[in-house]
């Protein structure tokens, strides 16, 4: 075993170019000359002449020295390669830092923007009301000035009250801002240490290696050591896997934008944009009076029309509140419905009996808060098919569709006479027709097809999975999201998938659950602040989206 001469024992050894020569045999006091590989141990030549005989290799020692030390040496680039990498990462850190914050603070200033703008209509409002009141009480003096008085102070708490709902909004959505900005740092913060620790990982195998430089004998016993884990170190791509997360982070970020209006007559506005993680949040019990219930869609953001198809009542559900309550006691059945304003509800029918004449009555009607009826609208027959769809546009016209036609009508609310009529070329109405923002309408054409025409009736995307058999789609008003529901055979589930309004699916799955009744139609609805309602036979299931990265 190789030591240092004992003292008083000292050879004179001539010199050797690159070689200690203090490091001597332990056991012979001889020079270290040689290197067994077969032993991995460096000997002196009676080691080798008594003990290290064919079949052991000898190497001689300097050359074992020499490249070992080229060894090491050649790890040098890659290892300043890899330090120069690493100094690019803290630019990009910083600069993904802030272009995330800058796309947060641009969706935070335009939230603030919009809410000022209403803030000050409001408050314009108040101005012009307080004047009229005003120019009213100067005609009547002393009486009028009372009751002037009454009525500004009853603007006041109108406006007071208008006011906070404004900021109760603004601060939801600021808050929203905040905590996707907070999910951002977090990130970006996990990747700054993750490379603190791969720079500081560095840094010590530089360390070590000068130290093993220093001394012939530490070089030889720990060089396969410090090679093996710089190798492994090395070979983490770091900068690529950083960098990866760091193009993510940054899509993501970008992706996060403030989207708002109007959806039946009421003003909405959230943050939305990214794909995000469904969560179920609430689960509303179903009162077991209503057998098989069927969801005919929110009639307004926290209130869900259901119908009994046993017996054909229909009931509402306040999300919120959890009560239910019967609004209509059979007779009819409901195919879809949909808010036109906070007073007034549209309902497509399927109408019981045989309709023989040019017009379809009864298939379209108008029904105020309490559910009674306002008045039916007629639209043309054609075919036997006596069942109609309805929804609502932007505008807050109705846009319905006979059953099996091609023909959609678009017909104005006040005067109940039809603008519009739409025909699609070679296609039929299969089911559920649903009005984008952008005007254009995603029609159920087959029994896994969907299709996106434009007021024009030309065909702009069509939107088929076979795993959509027997499913219904419903659009998100605010983003033209479409969300498909059907039931996923291979996972027993009711499964929803969320595609854009071009046609591309761009999440399956994002909500999974089971439903007691296999047999029923399966389907979900959006409400207006972007959540998605379900069913499972005996509950109304609400999800809503969180941001991830």
Not at 42 to 52: D, G, M, R
Not at 126 to 136: A, D, G, H, S, T
Not at 252 to 272: L, P, Q
Not at 388 to 405: E, K, L, R
């Amino acid at each position: 075993m190789a030591a240092r001469f004992p003292e008083g024992n000292q050879v004179q050894l001539r010199p050797r170019k690159g070689h200690d020569m203090t490091w001597s045999c332990d056991k012979h006091g001889e020079p270290i000359k040689l290197y067994c590989v077969q032993h991995n141990i460096s000997i002196c030549h009676v080691c080798a002449t008594k003990n290290h005989q064919k079949p052991c290799k000898l190497d001689d020692i300097e050359d074992v020295i020499f490249q070992r030390r080229e060894n090491l040496d050649d790890k040098k680039p890659k290892i300043e390669e890899t330090k120069k990498q690493l100094k690019t990462l803290v630019s990009k850190i910083d600069t993904v830092k802030t272009s995330a914050s800058r796309s947060i603070d641009a969706v935070e200033d335009q939230v603030k923007m919009t809410f000022e703008d209403k803030l000050k209509s409001v408050r314009d409002k108040k101005v012009r009301m307080v004047q009229e009141i005003n120019e009213e009480a100067d005609k009547e003096i002393r009486m009028i000035n009372e009751r002037r008085n009454k009525q500004i102070e009853d603007c006041n708490s109108e406006i007071e009250k208008e006011e906070q709902i404004i900021k109760d909004k603004e601060a939801k959505l600021l808050s929203d801002t905040k905590t996707i900005g907070e999910v951002v740092t977090k990130k970006t913060n996990n990747l700054s240490c993750k490379y603190q620790h791969v720079k500081n990982t560095i840094k010590n195998i530089e360390s070590t290696i000068t130290r093993i430089n220093q001394h012939d004998e530490t070089l030889v016993n720990e060089a396969p050591q410090v090679l093996a884990s710089t190798e492994d170190n090395l070979s983490l791509n770091v900068h690529q896997n950083v960098s990866g997360c760091l193009h993510r982070i940054q899509s993501e970020a970008e992706r996060v934008k403030f989207v708002e209006g109007k959806v039946g007559g009421e003003y909405y506005g959230r943050i939305d944009g990214y794909i995000g993680k469904w969560e179920l949040v609430k689960s509303i019990n179903i009162p077991s009076v209503v057998n098989d219930p069927r969801m005919r869609g929110l009639v307004s953001e926290d209130e869900m029309c259901v119908q009994n198809a046993i017996n054909d009542d229909v009931y509402v559900t306040n999300i919120n509140t959890q009560l239910t309550e019967k609004v209509i006691v059979g007779g009819v059945w409901i195919t879809s419905c949909a808010p036109i304003d906070s007073n007034v509800i549209v309902c497509g029918k399927e109408r019981y009996g045989v309709c023989t004449d040019d017009r379809l009555d009864r298939c379209i009607t108008l029904y105020d808060r309490q559910w009674k009826v306002i008045r039916d609208i007629t639209i043309p027959r054609n075919g036997d098919g006596i069942t109609v769809y309805v929804d609502v546009d932007s505008n807050g016209m109705i846009i319905g569709a006979q059953f099996d036609q091609s023909d959609i009508y678009v017909i104005n609310t006040a005067n109940d006479k039809i603008v519009n009529t739409i025909t699609m070329q070679g296609k039929k109405v299969r089911g559920v027709i649903q009005a984008l923002s952008s005007g254009d309408i995603v029609v159920k054409t087959s029994y896994d097809e969907y299709t996106v025409i434009s007021r024009s009736g030309k065909e702009k995307a069509v939107i088929q999975c076979d795993e959509w058999e027997c499913s219904q789609c419903h659009v998100d008003k605010l983003t033209d999201t479409l969300y498909i529901a059907y039931w996923d055979e291979a996972r027993n589930t009711n499964s929803v998938d969320q595609v854009s309004r071009d046609g591309i699916i761009q999440a399956r799955g994002i909500v999974d659950y089971a439903q007691s009744d296999p047999l029923s139609t399966f389907t979900c609805h959006v409400s207006p602040s972007g959540n998605i309602v379900g069913c499972d036979g005996d509950k109304l299931l609400l999800y809503k989206k969180t941001f991830i990265l």
